[in-house]
């Protein structure tokens, strides 16, 4: 037989047999709500054990530096589907008008579905822009927040009622979706879990766990905020203060001295329980992957939609642009494309990558308007290039006034340096050398040893605000008063 009779043949329908890693990979993205990067084993946490998440940090590539740009939920998640910047996809805080993807906002599951893959959605969305229309053949999310317990879902648009405990059935449904799926086509699925955001319900099998134990404070827990800018000192995130759905078994009408530890112990022990439940769910979904020989052709990525405060400061939530905020777990797994087993200690990854390094690998171009909002890391992936993929990155956030009044903020960090910018009057700046002081102990941005490089991060800063666009309106405007105390509000964010 001729090159030309071979063509043919396999023109008409021969089977053509492709090595691995000639086929097009599978994408499984996984995310889990409010998990900071050192709440797993395998990043060095002594007292929650998560098997599972290590298992997959063994077989692909564990970032250390991995981050999120606006460390806020709904905005993560939109970056996690546009590979953009917040202010870019339009999801700037989690309510109201800007808690909506921007029309004509493009997702990586759009590219991935138009390209011919089978692509699915399931879990907690959290975005008020439904599913449909974004790129999924199949979509089964739970409704806002959801509930804990025998959680409503939506599938495809209309409610099902289900029964059990919220990320069991999540993994049921990711269990689901893949068996169910059509086996002719590679696919995507994000599988995203709930339970680590408040109010921290564990599942009964792990209620009791940790209750003997004395989990060790931060150095930092009993420093206070006096030295920081108004608009960190006027935030409402300090453990001691926290709502009572919060800080269950703690009596009530304790003296702060007195409650701030204690509700420390509770929450501490609730947040590991329920990360307990998620990593079950992560191993069942790798057990499938093993089972039907998936592994070695599937991109596993495995992160955080934001960090958080474990009572740095005395403080628990998000938002602001310290380091237990900004940092994420950051897991990467494809047998068929890269050595495995590795810790990446030296390139700054971030969550608007993801959907970069995903249709790099899936062989999609991607379109002009995501540029300079994320990259690939194909080359730290592969080892191609000894450069780092990055000197510097961007953080946002919008949510004020708003729960936990958290100031408007942008910032820039390198591997050693980092500023921060409050952008409403009365306007500040922070600038920490996290070598020197990597608990964030003292801002020198007035400090003139540190002229060089605070001169250096502003004119950073300013560049990364115009080549991604962002708005300045807000700038230089006055912040209103925060009236959104935590005592007064709802467990929405
Ligand atoms: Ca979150």
Request: hydrophobic residues 35%.
């Amino acid at each position: 037989m001729n090159r030309r009779t071979a063509i043919g043949a396999i023109a008409a329908g021969f089977p053509a047999i492709l090595k691995p890693q000639n086929r097009r990979p599978n994408v499984i993205f996984m995310m889990t709500d409010d998990q900071r990067n050192d709440a797993m084993s395998c990043a060095g946490n002594k007292i929650l054990k998560t098997p599972n998440m290590d298992r997959l940090a063994a077989g692909g590539v564990r970032f250390t530096e991995g981050f999120v740009t606006n460390p806020l939920c709904s905005p993560s998640r939109g970056t996690i589907l546009t590979g953009l910047h917040t202010h870019a996809h339009g999801v700037t805080t989690n309510g109201g008008r800007s808690h909506q993807l921007k029309p004509g906002v493009v997702t990586y599951p759009q590219m991935l579905q138009k390209a011919g893959y089978y692509s699915a959605m399931v879990g907690k969305w959290h975005i008020a822009t439904l599913p449909a229309g974004l790129g999924f053949d199949h979509w089964c999310i739970l409704p806002g927040q959801g509930l804990y317990h025998d959680p409503q879902m939506i599938a495809n648009g209309g409610r099902i009622q289900l029964r059990g405990y919220v990320d069991d059935i999540i993994g049921d449904q990711a269990l689901e979706t893949l068996r169910s799926r059509p086996k002719d086509k590679p696919f995507s699925m994000i599988c995203n879990f709930k339970a680590p955001h408040r109010a921290w319900e564990p599942p009964q099998r792990y209620e009791k766990v940790f209750e003997d134990m004395v989990i060790p404070e931060p150095p930092t827990f009993h420093v206070d905020l006096s030295n920081r800018p108004q608009g960190i000192r006027n935030t409402d995130m300090q453990i001691a203060d926290m709502p009572d759905f919060a800080r269950r078994g703690v009596p009530p009408g304790l003296p702060k001295e007195l409650r701030k530890p204690l509700n420390y112990q509770v929450f501490l022990k609730n947040y590991y329980r329920v990360l307990m439940g998620v990593d079950d769910n992560v191993g069942r979904v790798l057990d499938y992957l093993d089972e039907e020989r998936l592994t070695e052709n599937t991109i596993f990525i495995y992160t955080g939609d934001n960090g958080f405060f474990l009572g740095e400061y005395g403080m628990f939530d998000k938002r602001l642009m310290y380091e237990p905020s900004i940092r994420v777990p950051m897991l990467a797994r494809y047998p068929g494309g890269w050595k495995g087993g590795r810790v990446d200690s030296r390139n700054m990854v971030l969550n608007n990558d993801v959907a970069h390094t995903i249709l790099d690998y899936c062989g999609i171009e991607r379109p002009g308007h995501m540029q300079h909002h994320g990259l690939s890391w194909r080359p730290a992936l592969d080892g191609s290039s000894a450069a780092p993929l990055r000197e510097s990155w961007m953080y946002e956030y919008f949510e004020y006034p708003g729960p936990h009044c958290a100031p408007i903020g942008r910032g820039v960090r390198t591997s050693r340096y980092k500023l921060i910018h409050y952008v409403q009057q009365p306007q500040a700046h922070e600038f920490f050398d996290l070598e020197k002081d990597p608990e964030e102990r003292r801002s020198v941005y007035d400090d003139p040893s540190y002229k060089t490089e605070v001169a250096a991060l502003t004119k950073d800063l300013e560049r990364w605000r115009d080549i991604t666009g962002d708005d300045r309106s807000q700038d230089n405007t006055t912040a209103p008063p925060c009236g959104n105390r935590m005592g007064q509000r709802q467990a929405r964010n």
